[in-house]
């Protein structure tokens, strides 16, 4: 919940009531809204365009031959995703930063890399002609039948790092920041007003918030595990791959993305969907009972991708299937339900974002029928990998996810101009948007339960006029999308020119009491780094949790270990994992000494490097290019091991300059990227 | 091949039509109902009064469906005592069945693999009814049991994307008299 503030935002746009608690954006918030929102939105209708010539192809109504259909397919998968990511990215923050400090130097470095990410994407599928699919299944990359280049396959990864890398880097900050402004981890999630220790929740976003930065962290750190062993293979065909295990990562980190998006809109809507009730939207401990429940949730669920695949542990899959049915508990209770209590007999305000706003809502609804029948197993036998899939994806990304993104640009434009478009217009393209999209997904529904397959090119024969009818719904839809620009253009030319007479606004505390940014704050002060409180290892405990992960760590050192592990990669990699850990426990009890931490300095972003950079580089090493040369000679092959552990230790003593939980949190995720790598690359001769 | 919906496809899809008009329609009376006047505090003795009975459904009929399904899971189990084993092959663009065909009655074990990438099992009756579907995997085995009872040819279709021809990857399997 927002609190109510000194100079409290004209009602304007907004419902009357909404005075109350709304304040007006700060500069560097409503900056960071457009900027994501706009980049993010561009990217979406560009993706759109590339979709809706794909479903035309599928009509046979364009001629594209397969190898372009599938490079298309390829750019819409990752393009799309990270479209929405980035508008999603960018309404968190627009939301969460009145009550949480999060740096814009992060979200700078966040956009950058995300950005970038999709730039490489871009070039990789048009350019080198890459066609594996968003979901690049291993081995795909390496089997492209003359289909692209080696520079491709590796652009094309590098470029699914640098997305996954900026979201890891907006993940820490509002990890960092959530629990730092909150006092703690447990404060932040709402724990302790759950169990009755404290008499008022966090604010809704801020517990929102924290969930999605752990399930965010934990997946991109999957994802790099992957993608980092998977271009070690683009330039050492002796990395071998193990099918299984990387599937399960690339869909950890794949699914999880796709499906945080969601959920980072579920933290902005909370703030912006009231604004348009005119009733606050408050975290109750039903809220945070529920939202606890996701954090498991949103982790576990991934694994029904491989319900088909029968030689996946079967407490993977019964697990599976427990997640990803009751997902729909908080989302369909707190969410979802909650957010029509808010509209129901609010006298709600009707603009063009909270019209989008409020049909969104029935899309997640709708889709997520869809997705929860898929996600029982004997009914996944009979409709995995059918078009039934992309119909109840394409119901919430496209339904919810895409109308939030452009309700949430529709909602910075409203509140900047004081005006939205003519009703007769608003509902003419509302109209366009359900029609097309619920007729697009409507044909893909009906085609899955004939059993179409996915990503087809070709249709199979008899199918074709499902496609024929959804393209013509696709491109109603596509109206509906130009129609909104169309409406929001005027309030964009309206705000651009009022974009230097806007006053910098009111900073509310966190509804637990811990506020953190005073109220009429400069935004310049947001440019500071945060002080570290404490260290990562600052109790006894914690130094006793240390040194006996470092007198385990230090077997990996001892030569009957390293000799026995060269006999299998597997082991060579989780002994390199063993020797890194030693490394990463080393440097974090040396950046907790006072003398030490001093001497390093304050320096959270070299810290984060670090702890990025640091195990990457150690990962693309690990190739038996690199490594099977030195172990003829002893103190070649000495050397290698010592750098995975001063790998560690660079890992350790970055992780020192990060908040306590951050560092200790960022150390963990390194050391089990590690393991992951381990688990998933095989081949070489040891 | 023509495709034809299967029984327990046009009973799901039926189930997913009748959820989805349900819930559009409360969509829409509540979208009706967003401008009227209804003071908070009703809202929310009735609203957090439903929204308990609504978290008791969903939570009841999660229970029943996951239990359900637990109950026709369909991966094979035991011994293949009983049964005749199918290697199927799969590879950039092919099946391969050996043997690739049986008398109508046997109870089959696909044993699926992959000479290349990841490949998807996608079974077709000789009527074009979707039987089910199981991945064919580079370096594992998966397992399939099934009763071969029509007579005819069973189609094969790759449902994971392969690469450049994916979607003409077929194959067939025969199923013949006693």
Known sequence: MEAATATPAPPGILHPQAVAFVGEARQIERRAGFMFGVTGITLVAAMGVLGLLMRFTQADDTGLSPAWFYRLMTLHGVGMITGVLLVMMGALWYVLHPVVPLRPGRMYASYTLVVGGAVAVLVATLVGGFGAGWTFLPPLPFFPVGQWPVWSESLFLVGNLLVGTGFFVYCLDVLEQTTTASGGLSRALGWQYLFGREPEAPAPQVIAATVVAIDGLLSMTAGSAIVLGLLGRTYDSGVGIDALVAKNLVYFFGHSIANLVIYLAAGAIYVMLPRYAGRPYEATKVFVAGWTASLVFIATAFSHHLYMDFVQPMWAQVGSLVASYFALLPVAVITIYSMTMLVWGSRYRWTLASTLFYVGLAGWAIGGVGAVIDSLIPINFRFHNTVWVVAHFHTYLMMTVVLWALAFVAHLLERETDRTSSPTLRSATIGLLLVGGYGLTGTWFVAGALGVPRRYAVQPAGTVDYSKVGAIFALLFALGFLACIVQLAPLARTAWARRHTTSTGESPGLAAGHAVAPAGADPRVDERPPGRAGAPLGTAAHLGFAVAFMVVAIVAFFPGIVDASETSTRYHHLDHAGQFLFGVVVGLLLGSFAAVSRLLGDHPAWGLTAVIVAPATMMLLMVPRVYEPLESNDVQHALFHLAMAAFGLVTGLGATRLTPLGGRFTAFLAVAMTLMFAAAMTGGAS | ?178
């Not at chain 2, 189930?15 to 009227?36: E, R």
């Not at chain 2, 009841?60 to 369909?74: E, H, K, N, R, W």
Request: glycine fraction near 12%; include cysteine; proline fraction near 3%.
């Open chain 2, 1 to 178: 091949m023509s495709l034809h919906y299967g029984t327990p496809q046009i009973v799901i899809g039926g189930v997913f039509v009748v959820l989805s008009v349900l819930l559009a329609s409360a969509f829409v009376v509540i979208g009706l109902q967003a401008g009227t006047d209804v003071s908070v505090e009703r809202v929310h003795r009735v609203g957090y009064w439903l929204r308990k009975r609504w978290l008791a459904l969903l939570a009841a009929i999660g229970v029943v469906v996951v239990g359900l399904s637990l109950l026709d899971l369909p991966y094979a189990s035991g011994g293949a005592s009983g049964r005749t084993m199918v290697t199927v092959t799969a590879g950039q663009f092919f099946w391969t069945f050996a043997p690739d065909r049986v008398p109508v009655g046997t109870r089959v074990r696909f044993d699926l693999t992959s000479v290349d990438v990841n490949h998807g099992f996608v079974l077709y009756s000789p009527r074009g009814h979707l039987l089910g579907s199981v991945q064919a995997m580079p370096g594992y085995h998966n397992q399939l049991d099934l009763t071969m009872s029509q007579v005819g040819i069973y189609r094969i279709r790759c449902g994971e994307y392969c690469g450049l021809n994916h979607s003409t990857m077929d194959g067939s399997f025969t199923v013949t008299r006693r």
